[in-house]
């Protein structure tokens, strides 16, 4: 996925993200893993670059969008309990009364 170039080119604007970006420190998946080397992909890129270079934008969208992908699978997962109380909404321990 690494992108060569000879001369870099500039990119329009700087790319990187003023949020905070999470890396595992321990991969636990396959998209952690892919996420720590993403992230450790564009870093180097940067340092070697600075953020004008379009492949260091690249690099940083890809860190993003393994951010993105990972934050969607983890609030994808349902507990067991979850699952339950969607196949039996009337059973008594999903009832939810509020005051």
């Keep these: 996925m690494a992108h060569t170039t000879t001369a870099p080119r500039t990119a329009a604007r700087s790319h990187r993200s003023t949020r905070e970006t999470v890396i595992p420190t321990q991969p636990s998946s396959t998209l952690d893993t892919a996420l720590l080397v993403a ?52 059973a008594p321990e999903c009832r939810i009364y509020e005051d």
Excluded: M
């Design 39 to 90: 992230f450790e992909h564009a870093r180097r890129l940067t340092d070697i670059y600075g953020t004008t270079v379009i492949d260091v934008a690249i690099a940083w969208e890809t860190v993003e969008e393994l951010q993105t992908a990972k934050t969607r699978q983890q609030a994808s997962k349902k507990s067991a309990f979850a699952r339950y109380c969607e196949a039996n909404p009337d």
